[in-house]
Each structure stands twice: as C-alpha cells, then as structure tokens.
C-alpha cells in the first residue's frame, strides 16, 4: 500500500486534515479531493471547521486558494486556518521589522507625528496636539499630553505606557478613549490597555502590569498566533 | 556681521510687533545698531508702534522688486540715530516676496547692522516661511494662555526644522493676580512644556497699549514694569545673565533695578 497523504482528525472543534509535506502537490490535491468525497457528510450535519496543517510545506498564495476551494467544495466544510511551519525569508523580515524597539529622543510638538513600525520607545515628551503612531507597543519616558495610537495595524494586545500620563487621547487599534473633559494633573508611571471583555481601554498602574498582563512584542505574538 | 532674530509666535494678537519694537528700541539704548523688519505684508503695524507711519515712502515689496534701493525703503527712527525700519507694503502683492530674496537683503542688511528683528506675520504660511528664511536666530513670543502656548508649541517645532539654533522664548502678557490664582499657566509649566530657554517674561501693564497708541514704544519710558522686562531681556540678547523678574515685588524692587541699570 502506498504513503498516505492525508490524514483526517476530528476533534471537538471540528477537523484537522493533517497532509503530507514530501508528496507533489498535484498528488496531494487528488489525494485530498478523494478522501472528501469518500467520507462525504449527511445533509442534515452542522457545519464543521476544518483546521489544516501542511507541516514544513510551503505553499503559495495560489495554492494555499487551491487547496481552499478543494476542501471548500465539500458543502459542509469551513477552513478555519491553514497553518505551515515555514515562512518565507521576507515575511520572517517583514516580523522583524515589526517586532523591533524603535527609539527615538525627541519631543513630539503640536502638529508633529511621530510613527514608526514595531514598538515606539520614546524619550521625551509629547506635547498637547502631537501624535505618536507605532504597529505595536508604545512606551513614553517623559509626559504624554497629546495622542498616542498603539496597534496601528489592528493589534489589539498592544499596551501604552508614560512616565506621565495625561493624554489627550488614547488609542489602540480601532479603539479610542479620550480624557475626562475636567483638567487633570496626569497620572505618573500608567499604562492603557484593551480590557478584552468590554473592549475599551483600561488605565492601570504600570507596576501592577506584570501581574495583569505580558507586553509581548509582535515577533512573540506572531509566533504564538501564527 | 550682524545676527537676524526673527520675533514669531504662531498665534496672533501675543505681542510680537510689541515684541519687535520695543526690543528694538531697547538694543537701540544699549548703543546697538537695529534694523527692523516687518514682514506682515498687507497688515503692517510695526510703523504705527513705532510712530513713523507718516515717513513710509517705500516698503518691502519694492526692495525685492527691485523699484527702489534697499537704502531708499531705510526709515531712520525719529528718536534714535541707529534705530531703522523696513516697513511691510500694505497693498501690494504678498505672493512678491520669497525666501530667497528675503535672505539675500537680509544678508545685506547684516553687513551694516548689529541686529535685525524681524516682525513674522502670524500663522505658518507663506509669510512664516518668508520671514524666517534669513534668521540666524528666533525668539518664541507667548501668553500663559493654552490656547498660544500650543500654538507656540507648533511654531517651536517648525523652527527646529529649520537651520536656526534652538529658538528662545518670550512670555508675555503676564497677569500676577490671576497666575497666583492659578486662573493662568504658571511660567513654570510653560517652559516644561515647551522645553526651550526662557529668554524673559513681561508683565501685562496697561502702559504698553497707552504707548503704542503714541507711537513710542514702552522701552522708552524708564520705570514701567514693562519697560524694564523688555530691556532686561535685550540685555540677555547681548550674553548679559539678568536674573528673571519678581513679578511679587512692587515699589522697592524697581529702585534697586534702576541703580542696577545706572539709569540715565
């Protein structure tokens, strides 16, 4: 009997095609086109989630949609994700990149942004009506009086930090919060971040983060998200 | 060679053509030879201040468009022998003037000066950009309100742009009553939040328009609080150290000035 390409798991959350990483993809394609068929589901079955692992294959975007529209002719089949353990030398740049600490030693005046990707670690002020932009985290060694958007791409698990906290705006991926209409003197040493359940931003004392949360860098987050 | 000061502020109604003026007239008593400029085409009011509106025969606009000699546009103060103006046109085109002519009279103007002021049209357009093309140096004029503390901010920023050594900073405008009240920003949080050197403050004083409407600059006038601010902070421009002025102090304190300034 010959080397089967693909293997079938289900698991509470549905299936797992595991398929075989030395096999040609056209033969990975009949193969898993077979198997569908044979193991066709009844007509009344929930929808199920597919999850599908290729192991240490690489494949384009062409066949990551080939191998999509296969799976997905199966009427009751929904691909979750397609995970591989490889990545292209661009795309681990382009993580690098976007994982980095950014430092820069400048005060960010009115009018002036300051962006950057990866993390923003910044030494000086932001004054009222400057900005700060970074993909990821952004820590602020000096007052934070204007506004900061942290997870510019969407990144949620992004955190704020300033030595002095009074900023005009806080924002983290889609969301925003803006400070109390009375004055305020600022805060020292806090950080803002997304309290997932009410999706708004939280204030906390920074020396209480270690406790609440991890700063993880995208490069961290990546990995562990895929 | 002289040294180019613009006098900026973003916002207007600070006080920069206050500004101009009397630290013209101040360097002009400490035996300085100043040009000033004033670079507000269409809304010139240096010359009022100064009370030379009647001797304007030609401006600015006609120096660059070449209509007349820059010597020609030159008013000589009418209390000072080393106190002149190039008044701004109020007519003519303000699209006439570009950096690259206001550095070259500038440059000229250098040759026979000490210092020239130059008076910045408020805003960050075109007329900014004029106006600080030939600076060597800037002075950062603002009120403790938030609303001109901002916008000072902006300007600051801008000018670290350009090839200027870091601007210095001039409050004016200051109400003692209401800063002790905490009705105003406090000195202290001005500079915090601009972070640039504190050149001088002065106080608000109702003399200041009194002697504008004369056309005769506060800095003539030998005991207002606001007279010696203004001359305090030119000395500071000649590298003097002058300590900053007790707003608190009233009476007594204005006396030991004056022995200080060995006043004529």
Known sequence: MTKQFVTIKGTRDGLTLILDDTCAFEDLLGELERVLTANDIEGDEPMVTVTVKIG???????QEDQLRETIRKQKKLVVEEITSNVILKEKALQWKEESEVRLHQKIVRSGQVLEVTGDLLLVGDVNPGGKVVASGNIFVMGNLRGIAHAGVKGNKDTIIAASLMAPSQLRIAEVISRSPDHDTEGVPMECGYIDTSKDQIVMDQLARLAKTRSIMNAFERRVSHG | MGEAIVITSGKGGVGKTTTAANLGTSLALLDKK?????????????????????RIIY???????????????????????CLYLLPAAQTSDKTALTAEGMKQMIDELKQDYDYILIDCPA???????????????AIVVTTPEKSSVRDADRIIGLLEQE???????????????????????????????????????????????????HGEPIAFQPNTRASIAYRNIARRILGESVPLMNLEQKEGFFDKVKKALGFR
Do not use: W
Not at chain 1, 56 to 62: E, F, L, P
Not at chain 2, 35 to 50: A, E, F, K, M
Not at chain 2, 59 to 81: P, S, T
């Open chain 1, 56 to 62: 240490n294959r690489y494949v384009t975007q062409k």
């Open chain 2, 34 to 54: 100043v040009c000033l400029i004033d670079t507000d085409i269409g809304l010139r009011n240096l010359d009022v201040v100064l009370g030379l509106e009647n």
């Open chain 2, 59 to 81: 401006d600015i606009v006609d120096v660059i468009q070449e209509k007349c000699k820059l010597q020609q546009a030159l008013i000589k103060d009418k209390r000072f022998d």
């Open chain 2, 123 to 137: 805003g960050i357009e075109q007329g900014y950009q004029n106006a600080v093309a030939g600076a060597d140096k």
């Open chain 2, 163 to 213: 090839e200027i050594e870091p601007p210095h900073l001039v409050i004016n405008r200051i109400r003692n009553h209401m800063m002790e009240n905490g009705d105003m920003l406090a000195i202290d949080d001005i500079v915090q939040i601009l972070s640039i050197e504190l050149l001088g403050i002065v106080a608000d004083d109702d003399e200041v328009i009194k002697a504008s409407n």
